[in-house]
């Protein structure tokens, strides 16, 4: 399939010039396309921020919700028509500060989704504050003495949540990037994917340059399926791996587990309520509750 | 066994043996323990509002007595176990039978039967037959291992036998006449009618956090929900549960949440995004005493100014307020069509003393309800805000059809892009608010009863329906009428009428300000001085409001 089944034609995009959003937004598109989804077949759920634009400036169904939200209407979007491909994508305030609650409880749930999270440590829709990935002692009008909150582990966090699918790209390495959103996307439940990206106009610190610096990838000797060997590499900070860090397999997703589909693959909008049934079960309450 | 299971079982044997019965139930906001009470009234003719009079007291712990003591007078007959009670037993006025509940229970094996005994003993005093009450305590224990039905039953049947002469010692002869129609009547309380009422209307996804008193539709659904392909799901808190419900009706499910005041002030933020996406959205809402925790197993009806304004911007909504048991479960299925027909969120506000009151009622009848889904097949140039005369965009679904369906909580131009075009704006406006006005077609009209003559009219909303009803029966004035409102929002367009009829208008509301009749005043200009009002977190009972209303019209 041709990545041009999912573009726009012309369009006012509100990114900076040489923000990692574009990069994000090519490669997905040419994830897609390899993965043959289909544009009539993939909603694209987001929250609020810049990356959060992402949808706008794609060729399918999408559902732009509210700051920190992505997750809780992408599960219910999966559970409610499984035969859909659905990517939940924001940046990381959104994703990690402002939905924290809903990230760590969408990994305990597992629906099939891809959470496609653009880290680039710092706020810029608001102009420059920290997020809860900015380093410590990254200066902003807010934080004017530095960052001094431990910045937040994603990997880390999902990890210790035994999470399905975790892993950790840079958006400069377009190849790289886009082999581990294929298996991020095919993977059965959920899957994280957080890439680095800078932002050219507020993060002065974390730039191309410095990612470059201190990026390294996972050897391939790096087992996948070793939780605790996975957790070791996501804490490390002096340099930063990418790769797949962490797979179970073994866990059943979300939609599986809510049992409606086990006798019935239908969507639920292709369903009607059984009267017939509801009648019996109103007839219960003639001599119990 | 708790006092619940004593409720379920007494009302069910007396239901099935022809009694009507009435139950409801106020309690602590405990696990266990703490003093909890549940009033239960049988009646030859259908009663369904919470009265004050208490005929029987059954105390089943230290305490109860002086926990119901407002309740009580020198008419009331109090069986009970003076060892258990100790001085609250000869705390009069009331007439004590000592009773040996817990004895004859230790006798049998096990105190814990004691309850059962005291179930056999008033099912003896209301006049059933012994083979119907061992028939009826067997099959509620069927579940449990064969000696526990048995060992029930049993106690159930020295409990019976106790009855002729804890009567002749109380002095009492209790006949109430029974009605073979009542038998094929089915007993439920209001949160089993909404969840009945949501299944009818082709609920299939409910996403709610546990919240007193909201939590037994949630149940209800979780329970009975899989053999109607419903998904019920408990998120990890209220903004997750609103966020999951709008993605659930974007994918083509009809979803719901239920939940309290608190918890549905987490909702907020996610109730005017389905405003801004033009979602449908139905929110079962159970009031309980606020601010914050409030009094969260007691009852009120003070979030109807909070339901009618929630949420940042402006965008229309309906309210249905149900006052009785038919009410809940059509109300509550017609909710999910008018939600899906119009594209806004509709309430169904009860509160704790609706969800926990039980009576019985004639069959539903599922020939008059509908489910009319309001989705479309998409063409490849869908556009999902399409600006129509009526506001009401048709509303496709990913998966269905052959257009992109694209939603946003920015302002949106027609496709559901983001714009900052500031005349597309105000067009936009126009068009969500236009969906009110033609969603006013089908207000539900109030109920005038009993005289579409009058001269005072007591105007009330949702759970109080029964109670002032029955006030006004015992006021015996033929002057006066109630006027029930179970829809409270938009406001029927006959409203001034019915009160401009009215030499004197009385609001009675479960609020300490009178939102309702704020509410009536914004729209008609009336503005109702005589109000009776409660906020103690106990519901009205019939002879207080009968009270208050002689009061107002003396």
């Given at each position: ?27 997905l598109?040419?994830?897609l ?9 993939l ?58 609650n ?5 990994i ?16 810029g ?11 410590l002692?990254f200066k ?5 003495a ?28 377009a ?31 974390n ?22 060997a996975?957790?070791?590499r ?7 791996p990418?790769g ?26 292709e ?12 007839g219960?309450?003639r001599?119990?509750g | ?12 044997m ?23 009470s ?12 919470f009265?004050n ?9 230290k ?13 009331t ?60 305590v ?27 002469d ?14 073979a129609g ?7 309380s ?6 009945l009422?949501?299944?009818?209307g ?28 419903l ?46 996406l ?10 309980r005493?606020g601010?914050?925790t ?10 109807l ?27 509550t299925?017609?909710?999910?069509n ?9 309430f169904?506000l ?17 020939s ?14 869908y ?13 496709g ?5 052959q ?15 983001i ?55 015992l ?13 409270v929002y ?12 009215a ?10 300000t ?14 109702i ?26």
């Amino acid at each position: 399939m041709d990545a041009k089944v999912f573009d726009m034609g012309p369009t006012d995009i509100a990114w900076c010039p040489g923000c990692g959003d574009y990069g994000i937004l090519t490669v997905l598109k040419r994830t897609l396309a390899e993965l043959n989804i289909a544009p009539e077949n993939l909603v694209m759920v987001s929250g609020i921020g810049q990356a959060a634009k992402i949808p706008h400036y794609f060729r399918t169904h999408f559902f732009n919700g509210l700051h920190g939200r992505a997750l809780p209407p992408a599960t219910a979007i999966k559970a409610a028509n499984p035969s859909m491909t659905v990517i939940a994508e924001s940046g990381d305030g959104d994703m990690y500060g402002e939905g924290g609650n809903h990230f760590i409880h969408t990994i305990r749930r597992n629906p099939s989704i891809t959470n496609i999270v653009h880290n680039n440590m710092v706020y810029g829709l608001t102009k420059g504050q920290a997020s809860p990935t900015s380093q410590l002692g990254f200066k902003t009008p807010v934080q004017v003495a530095g960052v001094f909150l431990e910045p937040f582990n994603p990997l880390a966090v999902a990890i210790a949540l035994d999470v399905g699918f975790v892993a950790r790209a840079f958006v400069g390495d377009a190849e790289q990037t886009k082999e581990i959103l294929k298996k991020a996307i095919t993977h059965k439940g959920y899957a994280l994917v957080d890439i680095f990206q800078p932002c050219v106009t507020f993060n002065k610190l974390n730039t191309w340059q410095w990612f470059k610096e201190h990026i390294y990838y996972l050897e391939d000797s790096h087992d996948p399926h070793d939780r605790v060997a996975a957790f070791k590499r996501a804490v490390e900070t002096d340099k930063l791996p990418l790769g797949i860090f962490y797979i179970n397999p073994n866990k059943s997703a979300f939609e599986d587990n809510v049992g409606i589909y086990r006798d019935d693959k239908r969507p639920l909008f292709e369903r009607e309520p059984d009267f017939v049934r509801l009648q019996t079960l109103i007839g219960k309450f003639r001599t119990a509750g | 066994m708790g006092i619940q299971t004593v409720e379920g079982i007494l009302t069910r044997m007396l239901k099935l043996a022809g009694c009507n019965v009435f139950a409801t139930k106020e309690y602590m906001s405990r696990v266990r323990g703490g003093n909890n009470s549940t009033q239960i009234r049988v009646c030859s003719r259908r009663v369904c509002g919470f009265i004050n009079r208490t005929d029987i007291l059954i105390p089943l712990n230290k305490g109860a007595i002086n926990h119901v003591r407002g309740r009580i007078s020198a008419d009331t007959v109090v069986f009970g176990e003076s060892d258990l009670l100790a001085d609250e037993a000869r705390s009069g006025p009331f007439k004590f039978i000592d009773v040996p509940f817990t004895r004859i229970a230790t006798d049998l094996g096990n105190r814990v039967y004691s309850n059962v005994v005291a179930v056999g003993m008033l099912a003896g005093l209301l006049g059933m037959k012994l083979p119907e009450v061992c028939d009826y305590v067997k099959q509620s224990f069927s579940a449990k291992a064969a000696d526990v039905a048995q060992k029930n039953v049993q106690a159930a049947e020295a409990g019976f036998r106790l009855a002729e002469d804890v009567s002749r010692r109380a002095d009492i002869r209790l006949d109430i006449g029974s009605d073979a129609g009542v038998k094929d009547q089915i007993l439920l309380s209001g949160g089993d009618a909404v969840g009945l009422g949501a299944i009818a209307g082709g609920c299939n996804f409910i996403s709610s956090y546990p919240m007193s008193p909201s939590t037994p539709v949630l149940v209800f659904l979780a329970k009975n929900g899989g053999d109607f392909g419903l998904i019920a799901e408990q998120a990890e808190d209220e903004i997750a549960a609103m966020n999951m419900a709008i993605g659930a009706w974007y994918a083509g499910a009809r979803a719901m949440v239920t939940t309290s005041g608190g918890g549905f002030a987490l909702m907020v933020e996610g109730l005017s995004m389905a405003g801004m996406l033009e979602s449908p959205m139905v929110i079962h809402l159970a009031q309980r005493p606020g601010p914050a925790t409030g009094l969260p197993t007691r009852t009120e009806q003070a979030d109807l100014e909070l339901a009618l304004y929630a949420g940042h911007g402006e965008f229309p909504r309906i309210l249905f307020a149900p006052g009785t048991l038919e009410q809940a479960f059509y109300l509550t299925a017609r909710a999910f069509n008018l939600a899906d027909k119009f594209q806004m969120p509709v309430f169904v506000l009860t509160d704790q003393y609706f969800v926990d009151t039980y009576y019985n009622i004639p069959d539903f009848d599922l020939s008059s309800v509908k489910v009319e889904k309001c989705i479309v097949k998409t063409a490849a140039d869908y556009k999902r805000y399409e600006l129509t005369r009526d506001g009401i965009s048709p509303r496709g679904i990913p998966g269905f059809g052959q257009g992109f369906v694209c939603v946003d909580s920015d302002e949106h131009d027609t496709e559901g892009h983001i714009t900052e075009d500031l005349q597309l704006r105000t067009r936009m406006v126009d068009k969500r608010l236009r969906k009110l006005e033609s969603a006013k077609v089908e207000i539900v009209a109030p109920e005038l009863y009993p005289n579409r003559k009058y001269e005072n009219l007591v105007v009330c909303w949702g759970s109080t329906y029964h109670i002032v009803r029955e006030a006004i029966e015992l006021l015996g004035r033929e002057d006066t009428s109630l006027l029930h409102y179970s829809q409270v929002y938009p406001l029927h367009p006959k409203t001034a009428d019915y009160l401009n009829k009215a030499k004197k208008i009385i609001a009675l509301e479960g609020n300490a300000t009178g939102q309702f009749a704020k509410l009536i005043k914004l729209n008609t200009g009336i503005d109702i001085k005589d109000r009776v009002l409660k906020y103690s977190g106990l519901s009205f009972a019939v002879e207080e409001v009968a009270e208050a209303l002689k009061n107002v019209l003396r």
